[in-house]
Structure formats: C-alpha cells, structure tokens
C-alpha cells in the first residue's frame, strides 16, 4: 500500500516510512492511495475465521509489501490475543467491550501494533527512537505497555502532574526499564505544548529520533478497523447494525468507517460526543469550526480539535451529503452520562464507564429517532479505570480487576519537571 499526504498527494510513502516518520511534511495526515474492497465471500464467512485471521485479513493490503505475510501473523497473534466480548443491555442495544487488554483502553490494539510495526522496522537499523508522548491519562498507559522493552524504542511520557487517577499514574509510572515518566508541573496543555516544541526542534528532534504514537500514526489508526469485525462476527441480528463510537480525536470512528467503505455493513455511524461536540455541529450544519477543549468526566474525549476530522471527510471524498447519508453525531452533558451510567446499572446491571455512556446515550437516541434499527456502542475503557466519576454516579465500588490490584504494589519512578523546555531537554539528556 502506498500512502499519500493529505496536505500533499503527490507524495507518496510505503507503510513503512509512514509508521516510522508518523506524519507528512507540514503535519500532513498519511492516507492510504486507495482503499480496497473486500471480496463478499470474506464478508460472508466473516463468523468462521479467528479473530487472529480476522485481522491478518483486514490488514494485509495496508502494511504489504512492508511486512511480509509471515511477520504480520506475528504481529497480530500479539495484538488481537484477548477478548472482545459483544454484550447485550436492551432488545436493541449491545456493547463490544473493548477493555480487556493489558491496560483496560481499547488504545491496547493500536499501541501494541504499532509497537511492533516499529520494533521490525527498526531491526536492522542500528539506530533507536524516541516515543515522546503528552497524556491526559489513557494513552500514556497504553504506550508505555506496549514499548515496554521494545528494543531500540525509548519512550518518554509527559502527564500533569497530580492531575491524573492514581491508576493512571500507576499505569505510567511502574515499568521503567525503556520507559519514562515525566511529572510536568502543569496542565495537559502545557505538556502536549512541550512536546510540539520538541518535535519542532529540529536538531533534538533528529538526535533522539522523535516520533510519535498518537492515532496521527497509521499503524495506530488503521489496526482499530479490526473492532468493527470482531464485533460483525458476534452481531446476532439479520439487519446490519447501527455503530455509536465515543470519540475525542475520532481515531477510532474513521477506521471503522474505512472498514465500512471496503463493504462491512454497518448501517450507520454515530459519532458520540461529551460536550467537547464540533463534530456534531459540523454534521447538522455542514460548517466544521474547531473549538478550545472543555473538560468533562470523559476525558479522554476532551477535543476540541479533532486530529482525523480531515481523514474522516477523506472517507467520504469529500462529499458532504454523503457523509452525511451515513453518520450522525450528538453530543451530551456529563450530568447526562453520569445519569445513563446509573441508570443502565440500576436497571439493567450493567456497568459502564463514562466514555462508553456517552457512546450508549448517543445509540439511544439515534434508535428511539429511527424505530426498527438495532445498534452496538463501544465501551472503550474499563469502568474501574474511572472509579470517581462511576462511585458518584452508582454509589457503589467498582471491582478492582487483579491486574490493576497487583499495579498498586508497585513502586512509582518519575521525574519532575516545570512546564519549560529547558527542563525538557536537560530531562532528555
Ligand atoms: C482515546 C479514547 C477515546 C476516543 O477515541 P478517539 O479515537 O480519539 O476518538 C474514547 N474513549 C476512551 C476511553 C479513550 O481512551
């Protein structure tokens, strides 16, 4: 597959340079050239593959002839190696859990295949790189998981200090090894800001090998199609399902509707939106205006200024009204989600996490619109993840899976440092 820049399609790449140079020149997004279409007999088969056939068939056309068949096999048996449950809630309403990975986040798949991607990549190369990434909470977590030990791959994560869960600290604080933490005595801003300064650096940038493993990357992006199958196969319902996705930088919505595009039925998509809601707007008005991030209790969803918007209208080839015939999107409160959160478990036992809420109220109301649909919304995080807001809202404790338990035995390394980047670069050696 060759890759093009959306600021630029006259260049072009291979899967390779676009995952090891993560975006075009001028931050351009790296889109695939084309996007192939499935033959009918895989869709129609689709629930007599594994899940790991599954994915070394989705993904084949978009890392060939980068990864050879034999090393993508091994990719992915170390990808896709839990579970992906789909649940039923309501007659109409199913969830896919996508939280059963090593740190509970769907970003599990795409940080682990990314990091394997890289891992190969680099083999030969003599040469390391820097995974410099800022974290409001989840991605850290997945990242430092998924580099943990990769060889060749230092990783270097940024978060607020005192202004992430103690899981979450946990999470990014315990491996150390190729992974470290940097406390920035400031805000998520202040650190995403440091790490834009540092990609802009271009003497350090080259020195240390920045990349990144935000869902800009196509081995990130691109991998997540995978959910959109793995929930195909356990769909019960003769009619296609409608899709709601709890989305911040839309990652993970976009590669489902790439999926859709190669003929996955999907009936439509919901865009599910916290208050941080451009995207919705943009589809009721056609007019996209980006908007500074309001903080709310699904925070990983707090975007103001979604990062795959422009590889979302790229889906649709640019065509409003054809974007608009397959996806919807709403945004909600979080008194809302804190609500449907209690009431889901009250009535139907069921816990969800906020993010996953927001994904179920935006389903909801798209099927009380249309009657007759059915829908599946993904729960992208486990609930223990996000113990405050799930206690306030059910009054109860959540169950702390033993994984997380075993974390809290674990002694925290970090180092501190001020929101200045001085104090980056003298930390980076
Ligand atoms: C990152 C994240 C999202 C948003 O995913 P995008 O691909 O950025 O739209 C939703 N829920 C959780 C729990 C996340 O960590």
Redo the contacts with the bound molecule.
């Keep these: 597959m060759k890759y093009i820049s959306l600021k630029d399609r006259n260049y072009t790449v291979d899967f390779e340079q676009a995952v090891v140079m993560g975006q075009a020149p001028e931050r351009g997004l790296f889109y695939p050239a084309h996007i192939p279409a499935h033959n009918q007999e895989f869709l129609q088969n689709l629930k007599s593959f594994s899940r790991e056939e599954v994915a070394f068939r989705v993904l084949q056309p978009f890392v060939a002839p980068s990864l050879s068949d034999d090393e993508l096999r091994r990719i992915v048996s170390e990808t896709v190696n839990f579970d992906f449950p789909l649940r039923q809630i309501h007659d109409r309403v199913f969830t896919l859990e996508l939280f059963h990975g090593p740190t509970m ?3 599990d798949v795409g940080a682990r295949f990314m990091s394997r991607c890289l891992r190969y990549f680099l083999r030969n190369a003599g040469r390391k790189v820097t995974v410099l990434v800022a974290t409001s ?3 850290g977590g997945a990242v430092a998981d998924a580099f943990y030990e990769v060889e060749g791959v230092d990783v270097v994560i940024l978060y607020p200090k005192g202004k992430v869960s103690e899981l979450q600290e946990l999470q990014l604080t315990t491996y150390g090894g190729n992974v470290r933490a940097l406390a920035v005595e400031g805000d998520f801003d202040a650190c995403q800001a440091l790490v834009k300064q540092a990609f802009a650096h271009e003497a350090l940038s080259k020195r240390l090998g920045l990349t990144s493993a935000n ?1 800009i990357n196509v081995a990130r992006w691109l991998s ?1 199609q995978v959910y959109y199958y793995f929930a195909l196969q356990q769909w019960p319902l003769a009619q296609p399902p409608v899709v709601s ?10 590669a489902g509707m790439v999926a859709w595009k190669r003929g996955l039925p999907v009936q439509k998509f919901v865009a599910a939106c916290n208050e941080n809601d451009a995207f919705a707007a943009y589809v009721t008005t056609g007019i996209f205006a980006a908007r500074p991030a309001v903080a709310t209790v ?1 925070n ?2 707090d ?1 103001g200024d ?1 990062s ?1 918007f422009l590889r979302v209208l790229e889906v649709f080839d640019n065509r409003y009204g054809d974007l608009k015939d397959q996806v919807v999107s709403f945004g909600f409160s979080s008194a809302e989600t804190l609500e449907a959160l209690r009431q889901v478990f009250r009535e139907k036992g069921y816990l969800m ?1 906020p ?1 996953g809420a927001v994904g179920y109220l935006a389903l909801r109301k798209y099927l009380e619109e249309e009657p007759g649909t059915a829908g599946l919304f993904l729960e ?2 486990h609930p223990a ?1 996000f113990e405050d807001a799930v206690r306030k809202a059910t009054g109860s404790d959540v169950e702390m899976p033993e994984a997380m338990r075993e974390l809290a035995r674990k002694k925290k390394h970090m180092d501190t440092i001020r929101p200045q980047f001085d104090d980056l670069v003298e930390a980076l050696g």
């Design positions: 986040a769907f970003k909470g989840d991605t869902s997540q996705v709890p989305s911040g930088n839309f990652g993970n919505i976009c699904s990983a969803m975007v979604p795959n996490d993010h992208t995080a993840k």
